[in-house]
């Protein structure tokens, strides 16, 4: 069982927006501003998205953004591509004993 | 450009010891600006912090494998290492090295992965 909760899968019609939560508590997403966001296309390694929450690397399209609320996290996108279609994954820092870090279990998204 | 790439056996056997090594190419371990991680993903299911390391040899482990995970560094070979004990199936996976921005789960460069499979 991960640490963070994530929908299984969600899907969109190319040009809608979609968004991807994360759930976690107190102790992680809640706690700290320390959210990121990877897309992974099958056979690759992940990509960073989102860090901090709702910060964009050098070269990630704005299309892409986050947020956060409370112990929830959020990931949109925004002008949905067929490139899009991957799985993406929250990770989130914490401290509850030790500080490290956990990741969400996942969501496939899928461009109808 | 910043690259990791990850070597070692890809078949371990029950209960030996899985060894990994990660040479970062294009950057300095040394320069302190990063914090060096491993994490795994079993086929077909999601991603596991493994744990990671600072040029100077401070060290954080996911508490759920804290009793079996060592990881080392080695600055004079730009290179980052893993081993982790007493292996079982479950351990079946793909490694992956990666960079942390900010100790604290921001990974902007990583490894292409390589896939450790634990069978007799």
């Known amino acids: 069982q991960s640490a963070l909760t994530q929908p299984a899968s969600v899907s969109g019609s190319p040009g809608q927006s979609i968004t991807i939560s994360c759930t976690g508590t107190s102790s992680d997403v809640g706690g700290y501003n320390y959210v990121s966001w990877y897309q992974q296309h099958p056979g690759k390694a992940p990509k960073l998205m989102i860090y901090?929450?709702?910060n964009r690397p050098s070269g990630v399209s704005n299309r892409f953004s986050g947020s956060k609320s409370g112990n929830t996290a959020s990931l949109t996108i925004s002008g949905l591509q067929a490139e899009d279609e991957a799985d993406y994954y929250c990770?989130?820092?914490?401290?509850?004993?030790?500080?490290?870090?956990?990741f969400g279990g996942g969501t496939k998204l899928t461009v109808l | 450009q910043v690259q990791l790439q990850e070597s070692g056996p890809g078949l371990v056997k029950p209960s030996q010891t899985l060894s990994l090594t990660c040479t970062v190419s294009?950057?300095?371990?040394?320069?302190?600006?990063?914090?060096w991680s491993w994490i795994r993903q079993p086929p077909g299911k999601g991603l596991e912090w493994i744990g990671y390391i600072y040029y100077s040899g401070s060290t954080y482990y996911n508490p759920s494998l804290k009793s079996r995970v060592t990881i080392s560094v080695d600055t004079s070979k730009n290179q980052f290492s893993l081993k982790l004990s007493s292996v079982t199936a479950a351990d079946t996976a793909v490694y992956y090295c990666?960079?942390?921005?900010?100790?604290?789960?921001?990974?902007?460069?990583w490894g292409q992965g390589t896939l450790v499979t634990v069978s007799s």
């Open positions: 294009g950057g300095s371990i040394s320069s302190g600006d990063y914090y």
């Open positions: 990770s989130s820092y914490t401290s509850s004993s030790t500080p490290y870090v956990v």
């Open positions: 990666a960079r942390d921005v900010t100790a604290a789960g921001s990974f902007d460069y």
């Open positions: 901090d929450v709702s």
